[in-house]
């Protein structure tokens, strides 16, 4: 009977509407009647005794999360107060397993008070400005981050001139002592418990300056833009003044076509002539004007680059590099390596150490570094125009190279001489031939020792002798032949 009793107390709360199992009746602590008989299909072990006192096995069989609820707990004490529509016979009895009538885990509400803080970050503490300046009103707030709000923060070791207000947590007044100044600052947050903080906070404070500008050329004049020509130059600023600080053209004009922007006069001008205009620079404290003179040229300068030999290193050199026509004279020309930069650093390529260009573009000098070296020739004349000729390669050598003999040239070849023929033998300094009659003083002789110019002649006279003596002896035949007949 009691068995059939505790099968179906099981079955009703298997299929009871949800929120029944969190809500039982209370059970008296004198009737142990209806709690009495254990329930061996809910509960496999002895432990689950309905008596008022928590059996430490019945703990170990639920879930954790089941042991966070107070619905939870088989203690007669923690059941809450049934409600009105609900009666003590749908009920299970108190003996069933608090595991067996649990929702899962993931459904239940969170309730231990550990578990409901929220963690926090720690506290920080800096000054929104660092830095100040003599004579100028300084007001910054002390930046307190982390922790729970409002904040009660105290300060020690506060700069000459300053005050600083707990109520608004700010630093004002003015600085009267130039400095790097440390100051210690405690914080405690409104959180329970408290957080604090100490930490130390530092400032510098300048004496100041009232800011300043000027061009690149160094003097209130920028250089020279041509007509139809893009042009664009910046101011050079500088100051000890607060941050941030802006520029502005307040009076006159710049050259029709350009405007102000950027601390830079850019554009392209569409008018040759000389414009003057004044520029405004203001920083937190103090502003200062300064007046500009932007002349605009009809047309440029012409430039010619000329390639150069190489020099050695160590020896005097000199050769045209570069030339102008037009502009203003005297001209100026220099030389500048390839530059490079990575994030703020900046540098060149090395360059032909001890080379300048003179006001003739001559590149001129004794070398001190020796290697091939890239480099662009600039020019600039007494009207602050510049310009970039072009860029070439210069080459130092370490040592003079060695010089190489030429043989001579020659005009015209020798005539074929025949190695097999001996040479001529000199002729004597006087040769008088034999049977010679007449006199040869004071006659050019030639190297046979006949009047020079007169082989022709004298190879007719020979002719001729032969001629007269062949006639000679043809006629002595006939004269002694005829003797012979007669005797």
Known sequence: MMLAVALAGALALQFAPPGSADAEPSVPPGEPAATASPTPSASPTPSASPTPS?????SANASPDADSTPSASPSPSADPAPS???TPAAEPAPSASPAATQPPAAQLPVTDPLATVEAVDPLAVRSYVDRGYLTKAYDAPLVISGGTAPYTATVSDVPPGLT??????????????????RMQVTVLDSSEPAQSAAQEVAVDFYDYAPPQFRTVTGTEKFTDGVVGAWYSESILVWTVGGQPYSTAVVSGALPPGMSWGQNAASGTPTAAGTYKFTVRFSDSYESTDAEFTLTVRASRPQTTGFAVPAAVLGEPYSAKIASVTGGVAPYRFWWATPRHMAGSLWWHDPGPDGLTIDANGVLQGTPTRAGSFQIWVYFSDSGLYNQGIFTTVVTVLPTRPPVVEQPPAVVDPPPAVDVAAPPAAAPPAAVTPAGTLASTSGVELAATGLQSGSLPTIMWSVAGLFTLGAALTAAGRRRFGGGRSSA
Request: proline share 12%; net charge negative.
């Open 164 to 181: 600083f207000d707990p109520a608004s947590l700010r630093f004002t007044g003015m600085p009267t002592q130039e400095g790097y100044f």
């Open 84 to 86: 009105a529509d609900e």
């Open 54 to 58: 928590a059996d430490p096995s019945t």
